[in-house]
């Protein structure tokens, strides 16, 4: 990096940081603190949510996904469109109906408050271990690609979004993911225009999608029934609908986003917004790493891009025997380049996948070198194809901004997910079960300094956190042990009346054991569990009722919701 890109960098991170803490300086009571004075408009609210959403192992992990295994990737978002109409109907008027702080104190009313206490506990394990992730998985990138200390890029990373977000609560995420999102967007579509710039003269665009679709990358649509297929139609549409119901309706660091809305409506807007622009967004970044990959096909590439894998091969005894893969590799390149020039016919399409292939084949045998050369170092690098990108291609200036996107991804998601877990914290868990009687100003400052301890334990996370398979599917795969259990308690309170507090809490806990069992086995892909967890939750406390109809059911008490 030249001094350029680090002035890039730091003027960005530092702005956002200090905009942040000025614009919502002085947030007193727990209604602004932690609602954001409930005036939030649905422009503001529809960008939260995405940025929330959308992490810096969004930028980092999907185009290495597309690079390496085309656009299918885009099918896992499917549900969303569905889930956002479902809250919009039924969550938010709820929500709004009760003026809730946060989504489980709902629980209470309809059930009692140990199945409130319970839910909120499932969502505090699942988001601080994702806290601590969306930290992570930037710091461990950037520090294999740059050479900076790991340690001190978490730590960097998580300080950051602690002095905001502690400063000015809910308000302060809002606001600064309105600045990050408008970073992000800049950086990708800069970084889009840079790549098609960088192709060979008669390369257009149409030619380019025409060498990626006979390379196997633009294959969107996969209706197969093979569940050891984790990317299909029906897993985006059922699986899909079912992690996003949760995720968007249930999970604190999504609902904070829009209890924050100014009325019912502009909360609805901004969901339908996100809801709109989501799977376009996310097919977009797909698009780039495809476009990376037909970039990578006139360009040499590494055998892997994660550096630290060259590091330990050159260290190692078969350091030899990767240079011959090395060489298989660049000569299948050059047949494909010399290919290439004279465009996609028919007659070499078949000749193209075959090389690909005969590729595929010896990064394969590179990985198992790798580690045997070290078994600590990741061989996997879909995580690192962007950013080998980004430092090795990009002009003066851009790398800076790139590297600002994906910093500013990691403090968007972070700031909502601490926030969040402060929020539950302070009241569901400490005003609920510890004290109540105490003044509005007390609970801002216990709100405070949960945040500081769920950044500084989200740091910690991410200090020993070990990177496996693909990051984004790490967050989701952590995600979807847990969903579907508290979306079906969610579903139990909302339309079956009959199902009493017990019979949900015991249920409650034999689906998570199930779920993790399941899980640990790897009995289904992890977009399955979200469903199987919200179905078995349902199932279990519908069972139970049933044997134990006598059960009395606390009545729905809305004046004291939120109290």
Same mark, same amino acid.
């Given at each position: 990096?030249?001094?350029?890109?680090?002035?890039?960098?730091?003027?960005?991170?530092?702005?956002?940081?200090?905009?942040?803490?000025?614009?919502?300086?002085?947030?007193?009571?727990?209604?602004?603190?932690?609602?954001?004075?409930?005036?939030?408009?649905?422009?503001?609210?529809?960008?939260?949510?995405?940025?929330?959403?959308?992490?810096?192992?969004?930028?980092?992990?999907?185009?290495?996904?597309?690079?390496?295994?085309?656009?299918?990737?885009?099918?896992?978002?499917?549900?969303?469109?569905?889930?956002?109409?479902?809250?919009?109907?039924?969550?938010?008027?709820?929500?709004?109906?009760?003026?809730?702080?946060?989504?489980?104190?709902?629980?209470?009313?309809?059930?009692?408050?140990?199945?409130?206490?319970?839910?909120?506990?499932?969502?505090?394990?699942?988001?601080?271990?994702?806290?601590?992730?969306?930290?992570?998985?930037?710091?461990?990138?950037?520090?294999?690609?740059?050479?900076?200390?790991?340690?001190?890029?978490?730590? *960097?990373?998580?300080?950051?979004?602690? *002095?905001?977000?502690?400063?000015?609560?809910?308000?302060?995420?809002?606001?600064?993911?309105?600045?990050?999102?408008?970073?992000?967007?800049?950086?990708?579509?800069?970084?889009?225009?840079?790549?098609?710039?960088?192709?060979?003269?008669?390369?257009?665009?149409?030619?380019?999608?025409?060498?990626?679709?006979?390379?196997?990358?633009?294959?969107?649509?996969?209706?197969?029934?093979?569940?050891?297929?984790?990317?299909?139609?029906?897993?985006?549409?059922?699986?899909?609908?079912?992690?996003?119901?949760?995720?968007?309706?249930?999970?604190?660091?999504?609902?904070?986003?829009?209890?924050?809305?100014?009325?019912?409506?502009?909360?609805?807007?901004?969901?339908?917004?996100?809801?709109?622009?989501?799977?376009?967004?996310?097919?977009?970044?797909?698009?780039?790493?495809?476009?990376?990959?037909?970039?990578?096909?006139?360009?040499?590439?590494?055998?892997?891009?994660?550096?630290?894998?060259?590091?330990?091969?050159?260290?190692?005894?078969?350091?030899?025997?990767?240079?011959?893969?090395?060489?298989?590799?660049?000569?299948?390149?050059?047949?494909?380049?010399?290919?290439?020039?004279?465009?996609?016919?028919?007659?070499?399409?078949?000749?193209?996948?075959?090389?690909?292939?005969?590729?595929?084949?010896?990064?394969?045998?590179?990985?198992?070198?790798?580690?045997?050369?070290?078994?600590?170092?990741?061989?996997?690098?879909?995580?690192?194809?962007?950013?080998?990108?980004?430092?090795?291609?990009?002009?003066?200036?851009?790398?800076?901004?790139?590297?600002?996107?994906?910093?500013?991804?990691?403090?968007?998601?972070?700031?909502?997910?601490?926030?969040?877990?402060?929020?539950?914290?302070?009241?569901?868990?400490?005003?609920?079960?510890?004290?109540?009687?105490?003044?509005?100003?007390?609970?801002?400052?216990?709100?405070?300094?949960?945040?500081?301890?769920?950044?500084?334990?989200? *740091?910690?996370?991410?200090?020993?956190?070990?990177?496996?398979?693909?990051?984004?599917?790490?967050?989701?795969?952590?995600?979807?042990?847990?969903?579907?259990?508290?979306?079906?308690?969610?579903?139990?309170?909302?339309?079956?009346?009959?199902?009493?507090?017990?019979?949900?809490?015991?249920?409650?806990? +034999?689906?998570?054991?199930? +779920?993790?069992?399941?899980?640990?086995?790897?009995?289904?892909?992890?977009?399955?569990?979200?469903?199987?967890?919200?179905?078995?939750?349902?199932?279990?406390?519908?069972?139970?009722?049933?044997?134990?109809?006598?059960?009395?059911?606390?009545?729905?008490? *809305?004046?004291? +919701?939120?109290?």
């Amino acid at each position: 990096m030249q001094t350029l890109d680090w002035i890039v960098l730091s003027i960005t991170l530092l702005f956002i940081v200090l905009y942040g803490t000025w614009k919502t300086r002085g947030s007193k009571d727990v209604e602004q603190y932690i609602k954001g004075g409930n005036d939030t408009k649905w422009w503001t609210i529809g960008l939260s949510v995405m940025a929330t959403q959308a992490s810096a192992i969004t930028f980092l992990s999907t185009p290495g996904q597309a690079f390496h295994s085309g656009m299918g990737f885009v099918q896992f978002y499917f549900g969303l469109p569905i889930a956002m109409v479902i809250i919009c109907l039924v969550f938010i008027p709820i929500y709004h109906k009760l003026n809730v702080y946060t989504a489980y104190e709902y629980l209470e009313s309809r059930f009692d408050l140990k199945t409130r206490t319970l839910t909120a506990i499932l969502f505090l394990i699942q988001r601080g271990l994702a806290a601590g992730i969306t930290i992570f998985a930037p710091a461990i990138v950037l520090s294999a690609v740059l050479g900076w200390d790991l340690i001190t890029l978490n730590i *960097i990373i998580g300080l950051l979004v602690i *002095i905001y977000t502690v400063s000015g609560g809910t308000k302060a995420v809002s606001v600064t993911q309105k600045q990050q999102m408008a970073i992000i967007f800049a950086g990708m579509f800069i970084a889009f225009y840079l790549i098609l710039q960088y192709l060979p003269d008669g390369i257009t665009f149409s030619e380019a999608l025409k060498i990626a679709g006979a390379s196997d990358k633009m294959k969107v649509l996969d209706f197969s029934w093979d569940l050891n297929n984790r990317y299909t139609v029906w897993t985006g549409f059922l699986g899909g609908t079912f992690l996003m119901l949760s995720y968007f309706g249930t999970d604190q660091s999504q609902v904070q986003r829009y209890l924050s809305g100014k009325s019912v409506r502009e909360s609805q807007l901004g969901l339908i917004f996100n809801g709109l622009l989501k799977v376009p967004m996310q097919f977009f970044i797909l698009l780039v790493g495809v476009m990376v990959f037909v970039f990578y096909q006139f360009n040499n590439s590494p055998l892997n891009f994660n550096p630290k894998a060259q590091e330990a091969i050159a260290k190692s005894e078969y350091v030899d025997q990767y240079k011959a893969l090395e060489e298989e590799h660049k000569v299948i390149e050059v047949v494909k380049r010399s290919m290439l020039e004279n465009g996609i016919t028919e007659n070499n399409t078949a000749r193209l996948q075959e090389l690909n292939e005969q590729d595929k084949q010896i990064r394969e045998k590179a990985k198992l070198l790798i580690n045997e050369a070290d078994k600590d170092v990741e061989t996997n690098d879909k995580d690192y194809v962007f950013i080998h990108f980004i430092l090795n291609n990009l002009p003066k200036g851009l790398i800076g901004l790139l590297l600002a996107v994906i910093l500013s991804a990691a403090m968007s998601s972070t700031a909502s997910e601490l926030n969040a877990l402060a929020s539950t914290t302070a009241i569901d868990l400490y005003k609920r079960n510890v004290t109540s009687e105490k003044s509005d100003q007390h609970y801002v400052s216990m709100s405070k300094w949960f945040t500081l301890g769920w950044g500084i334990l989200a *740091i910690l996370v991410a200090c020993v956190a070990n990177l496996f398979d693909n990051l984004i599917q790490l967050v989701n795969i952590i995600g979807s042990i847990f969903y579907g259990n508290v979306l079906g308690i969610f579903l139990l309170a909302f339309f079956f009346k009959f199902v009493k507090s017990n019979s949900v809490f015991i249920a409650a806990i +034999i689906t998570q054991i199930i +779920i993790v069992i399941v899980w640990y086995i790897d009995l289904l892909p992890y977009l399955w569990l979200n469903a199987l967890g919200c179905g078995l939750v349902m199932l279990i406390a519908s069972i139970i009722q049933g044997i134990n109809p006598s059960e009395e059911n606390p009545e729905l008490n *809305i004046e004291n +919701i939120g109290e």
